[in-house]
């Protein structure tokens, strides 16, 4: 994995040279406890990290055939996403496999420092295209549109062959995941013409939690 901005949310605070080790219990309490109270969420440590406008991506590859140096559609996706100014805080690249992409899924999903996913690759018809059934079965939305607005896009410049993509999206434990085909073009058509437009509004919306 690639990991470009991921950040370190351990926070210590309490001193560790021989001298302070030696200080009285009550005082090192007393810096422990302000320590923590000056810890900043993870909320507040994003927006320090990328600016409170910045949205901060995962992007991940899923493919048996590429390599991080030769993955074209991952580099396009990336400069798409950081030319309209958000941010790529991870990015890996995986081999077809349906446990695979579900622990890749759920670790990213995970992540304080990542507000949606993009997946690029595995959309299809073939055997090892299972990055769409490995992710439906995680979403706790699902989010349709995405996927019908896509090949309707896609059928302007592809035709009836759009039926073979199934490319889709959802919301994993309140973020979004985009899930492409790994040809550049329609990654690149994916991610400018829907993922960037809605994703900030997807992210924020599923994001939240019930008061």
Do not use: W
Not at 12 to 29: F, K, L, M, N, W
Not at 167 to 172: H, L, Q
């Amino acid at each position: 994995m690639v990991d470009f901005q991921s950040r370190d949310r351990r926070r210590d605070g309490r001193a560790t040279d021989d001298e302070d080790e030696q200080d009285d219990e009550d005082e090192q309490d007393d810096v422990t406890a302000e320590t923590t109270a000056e810890e900043p969420t993870a909320a507040e440590q994003q927006a320090a990290e990328y600016g409170p406008e910045t949205l901060p991506f995962a992007v991940v590859t899923v493919s048996g055939d590429r390599t991080m140096e030769d993955d074209t559609t991952g580099d396009i996706v990336v400069d798409a996403i950081e030319s309209a100014g958000d941010a790529v805080a991870t990015r890996d690249l995986i081999a077809p496999g349906y446990d695979g992409v579900q622990s890749t899924l759920n670790t990213l999903t995970d992540r304080a420092d990542v507000d949606a996913v993009v997946t690029v690759g595995g959309t299809g018809v073939e055997p090892d295209d299972v990055t769409v059934d490995a992710a439906t079965a995680l979403f706790d939305k699902d989010l349709p549109g995405f996927g019908e607005l896509f090949r309707v896009l896609s059928h302007e410049q592809e035709g009836t062959a759009t039926i073979r993509t199934r490319t889709t999206a959802g919301v994993i434990d309140g973020v979004p995941v985009f899930c492409l085909p790994g040809d550049t073009v329609a990654a690149r058509r994916g991610v400018e013409q829907l993922v960037l437009e809605e994703a900030e509004t997807l992210a924020e919306q599923a994001g939240e939690r019930p008061e």
